[in-house]
């Protein structure tokens, strides 16, 4: 399952866009919201009480041609 958390403002600091990515910690199976609810994979039945996650920051656009030579 891929989480797209959005930009936001929390207590004056800006946290941009990005995704977690949540896998099976045993398997590495691709788990689902209902899975994660169930914490246990269906792939290989392991606990998913704490599942591997992948974050990325999502950079969107940061201009990298603005500086001038
Ligand atoms: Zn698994």
Do not use: Q, W
Not at 14 to 31: A, L, M
């Amino acid at each position: 399952m891929i989480k797209e958390i959005p930009d936001e403002m929390t207590g004056g600091e800006f946290k941009p866009r990005h995704t977690i990515e949540i896998y099976c910690p045993n398997c590495g199976y691709d788990v689902s919201e209902v899975e994660l609810a169930a914490k246990v994979c269906s792939d290989c039945g392991h606990s998913l009480a704490e599942p591997e996650k992948h974050v990325s920051i999502l950079v969107a656009n940061m201009s990298s041609g603005s500086s001038t030579l």
